[in-house]
Each structure stands twice: as C-alpha cells, then as structure tokens.
C-alpha cells in the first residue's frame, strides 16, 4: 500500500513548489516591510485603495506588478504587493505542475480532477 | 523611531490601533499554534483582528492570503514526510474551490455583523463533531466503497510518537466531497481555512487517520483560500500592509509547528484544538453581539 516511487517524485516536486514560493515570497514581503518603514517612519497600517491589492484581473495585476520591479518604478507598497502576488501564485504553479506529471505519467483519472481545479480557479483569477 | 505596537494614529478613520508590527508578532503565535492543531493561523487570527476594531471583511481578505502561506509552509514538510495523502486532496479541493469562491462572494456583499454569528456558529459544529471522539487515536479497520478504491483514496505514513507505520483505507469519498463543499463555503466566507471542519470531515466521514488528517487539511486549505482571494482580490479588500506582515508572521510560526507536530500524540494535538476553538468562538460571539 505504500507509494509508488513516481508518486514520491511529485510529492518532492510539490514539496519543492511550496516552500520556494512561501520562502522567496517571505523574504520580499520582509523586505517590503523594512523598505515601508524607512520610506514613512512608521509602520501604520493604512486602508485606502493605493495600498490594495487590486486590478482588471489578476494575471494582469502580476503581469504590472513585475514589470513595476524591473522598470525600477516601485515604491515599498510595490514590493509588499510583489511578495503578496507570489504568495498566491504558488499553489496555483503547484496545481499546474500536478496536472503536467499526471499528463506525463497519463493518468487519465488524476489529469481530470486537476485539470478541473487548474480551470476553474484560473477563471476565478481572472473573471471578475 | 516609532516601533510600536500601537499605531499613534489610531483615532484617523483609515487606520488602526494596532501597526504592522504588532501584526507580525501576534501572527508568529496564531501560525504556531494554527499549524499544530491543523486550524491554520487565520482562524486565530481573524478574531484578534477585530478586537482591534480592525473591519472584518478586511480582517477576512488578509487572512484569505496568510492562509496560502500558513498552508503552504507547513504542507511543504508534511508532503515531503508523506504523511499528507496527496491523491485525497486533489479529489476533495475540487469541492472546496468550488464552495470558496460562492462564499467569498456571498462575504463581499452581506452584512459584516452575520459574520461574526457564523463564523461562531461554524467553529461550534467543529467542537462539537470532535468532542465525542477524542479517544481514537486511529480509525483502525475500514471497510473502502467502491467510488473511494476507484480513487486510490488510501496510503500509509510512518507515525513516531506510535513508532509504527500506519496504514489506512479511507471511505465514503462522495459523502466526504460534499462536506469539502461545505467547507470550501465556509472557508471562501469566513476567511478562516476550515481547517477544523475539514479535520471532523476527514477523520469522522473519510475516516483518515488523525494526523493524515490535519496535514491533509493543510494541503488542501492552500488552494482553497487561493480561491477565496481571487474573489477578495476583485473586491479591493486586500490590503498589503495587513495581509503581509500576517503572511509573514504566520509563516515564520507555521513552519515551527509544523516542524514539531510528529513528536505530539494525537490526543494532546486534539485538547490544544478544542480549547483554542472555544476560545475563539466566546470573541466573535461577544464581538457580533456588542458590535454597534
């Protein structure tokens, strides 16, 4: 009944996904906080709508947020919603990257059920 | 140097009484402590939140986020140890995106004061299925129905407070889809995980051991609040100095816990779980019923 050593490789692969992600999306989320505090002297927590998370869709929201970075157009909230995006990107690749090994490994059973999640939460991110 | 907990500025509307500072170290805690009972840090968090006069559908949408993290660090151990059974989850997050992304939106426009009821409400039904069982440390046998053997839904983990290997065979995986909906719902409107609905409906409905159990939970709370953020996201109700101090503070204290989670016995994880549920559902009650 124990795994089959192909099942071990995908759940190293999984394992992998996830702790990159949370690690590097950690790491630039402290970084943003840092960078906040020097900017304001302070570290209030502010509700207006420039320090949300929000756009036409969310790919498209990544997609500005990346390109903000590399243009050097960023600002301290820039970086905490950069961290934030790849946050929430990271189980969505874990989702991808399982649909991919059960194509490989033609599984036709476990392709379906991911495929599944992989559809509806890609247009969950982007249909608004 | 202002490094304070307390924001000085508290009396303008638009922020709060306590700063990001303070975000982070109560979410070390809450993603400790979240982590070792498989509730996941935003469930504890969500309350001490709006004891800060933090808006809840605020509170709610930050910690749809910091789950992601509290879920993905703490699962990525879990997945690599092969306690998590990785095959169930697929088959149940496809009800629980489902049930996050009509609750997410049921939350961004209904009344914030029913949602302090029922997140209380929710968190009672929790206790309530545990309660009673606090015995079993293992399902022991398990008679498998077909649809549960057509999807492998079984595996074996080595457990060290046992010291034994643990093999299971899960059942009722139609009945356990609809209780994932269920919790999917509840997640994606509450902002919490459901990390302790979904653990009564593995181990009382799918009959997973305790500990497949809450890692699995774990696993599966990641993709389910992704899906509950998509819709927050579409509202602007995720704010970055909130969401991230949590993220990282949950984070830190997760990866803690889950670290130690293996060297506890079920039981002791189980008495930690009910006494924090409790605690939890006294705050929203008291918050929902002064709530001006």
Redesign the interface.
């Known amino acids: ?3 089959n050593p192909s ?2 490789k ?3 692969l ?3 996904i ?2 990159v ?2 690690i590097a ?2 790491l630039i ?2 970084t ?2 840092f960078e ?1 505090y020097y900017a304001h ?9 420039e ?5 036409t869709d ?1 790919f498209s ?1 990544a997609a500005q947020t990346i390109q903000a970075l590399f243009v050097g157009k960023w600002t301290p ?1 820039t970086v ?2 950069f ?2 995006v790849l ?2 990107i ?3 690749v ?2 991808l990257a ?1 649909v991919v090994y059960f194509g490989l490994v033609r599984n036709v ?2 392709l379906s ?2 495929l ?2 992989l559809v ?2 890609t247009a ?2 982007i249909l ?1 | ?3 304070k907990f307390m ?3 508290a009396s303008n509307r ?3 009484l ?4 303070g ?2 170290i109560i979410s070390i805690f809450a993603g400790f402590l979240g982590a070792l009972t498989g509730l996941g840090g935003g469930s504890i968090m969500i309350p001490v939140l709006v004891a800060f006069d ?2 809840v559908k ?1 509170a709610i949408a930050a910690s749809m ?1 910091t789950i ?2 509290t ?3 703490s ?3 879990y ?2 140890e ?1 306690i ?1 059974n ?2 169930a989850a ?2 149940l ?2 009800f629980t ?2 049930g996050a ?1 009509i609750g997410a939106t049921i939350t961004s426009f209904i009344a914030p004061r029913y949602l302090y009821f029922f997140f209380a409400a929710f968190l009672l039904t929790s206790f309530y299925g545990l309660s009673g069982h606090m015995k079993e440390e293992f399902p022991g046998e398990t008679r498998q129905d077909r649809f549960s053997r ?2 492998q839904l ?3 983990y080595y457990d060290q407070a046992a010291r034994k290997e643990v ?1 299971y065979k899960m059942t009722n995986a139609h009945l356990g889809g609809l209780g994932m909906f269920i919790a999917g719902l509840a997640a994606g409107m509450l902002g919490i995980g459901a990390g302790a609905f979904k653990v009564s409906v593995h181990e009382l409905i799918l009959k997973m051991p305790s500990k497949v159990s809450s890692t699995t939970s774990n696993f599966i709370i ?2 389910t ?3 509950g ?3 927050y ?2 509202s ?10 949590m ?2 503070g949950t ?2 204290g997760a990866l803690v816990g889950g670290r130690i989670l293996n060297r506890f016995h079920n039981r002791v994880i189980r008495y930690l779980f009910l006494v924090i549920v409790f605690a939890l559902i006294v705050q929203m009650l008291y918050k929902g019923i002064t709530l001006q």
């Open positions: 009944m124990s795994k099942e071990e995908l759940d190293l999984i394992s992998y996830l702790i992600g949370v999306s950690v989320e402290a943003g906080i906040y002297r302070d570290l209030d927590i502010v509700f207006k709508q320090f949300a998370l929000k756009g969310f929201y909230v905490l919603a961290g934030l946050l929430l990271t189980p969505y874990r989702v399982s059973k476990y059920i991911t599944f999640v509806i939460l969950s991110l608004h | 140097m202002n490094l924001s000085p500025l638009e922020l709060t306590i700063n990001m500072l975000v982070l933090i808006p605020y986020v992601v993290a879920s993905s660090g699962a990525a151990s997945v690599r092969r998590t990785v095959k697929f088959y997050e496809m995106i489902t992304i057509w999807l079984e595996g074996s093999e990641g993709i609040a992704l899906a953020a998509s819709v996201f579409a602007g109700l995720i704010f970055v100095g909130l969401a991230a101090p993220a990282v984070t830190v």
